[in-house]
């Protein structure tokens, strides 16, 4: 079992940056491909970013590749996305999720809601001038 809490949203304007934070109960954190979704008012949960198990490779959106990095730390039991360049089209509600078993990476899958197993309650990230 994986519970998983975000935080570090906010206000920001065009163009500053935001760190969001992922902090994952259980002791097999490390064993676990992690990642980032978002979801706009009206719109469906869209894939930003993932990362294996391992720690490499990882995976970007189209939307947001060149702007954002996903990194974990297991000693700490956290996973970042460090968010560059915002811009009003990055507003939305991120989730972190984790897989649904251990060592378990799928380049493709990734990019799937329904490929994940744990999910947050999510961060609010508002990009507004």
């Known amino acids: 079992q994986v519970q998983l809490v975000e935080s570090g949203g906010g206000l920001v304007r065009p163009g500053d940056s935001l760190r969001l934070s992922c902090a994952a109960s259980?002791?097999?954190?490390?064993?676990?491909?992690l990642g980032w979704f978002r979801q706009a008012p009206g719109k469906e949960r869209e894939f930003v970013a993932a990362?294996?198990?391992?720690?490499?490779?990882?995976y970007y959106g189209d939307s947001v590749k060149g702007r954002f990095t996903i990194s974990r730390d297991n000693a700490e039991n956290t996973m970042y996305l460090q968010m560059n360049s915002l811009e009003p089209a990055d507003t939305a509600v991120y989730f972190c999720?984790?897989?649904?078993?251990?060592?378990?990476?799928?380049?493709?899958?990734?990019?799937?809601?329904?490929?994940?197993?744990?999910w947050g309650q999510g961060t609010q990230v508002t990009v507004s001038s």
């Open positions: 999720a984790a897989a649904s078993s251990p060592y378990s990476n799928d380049a493709l899958g990734f990019r799937g809601p329904g490929w994940w197993g744990y």
């Open positions: 259980g002791r097999t954190f490390s064993s676990y491909a």
């Open positions: 990362i294996s198990w391992s720690g490499r490779p990882a």
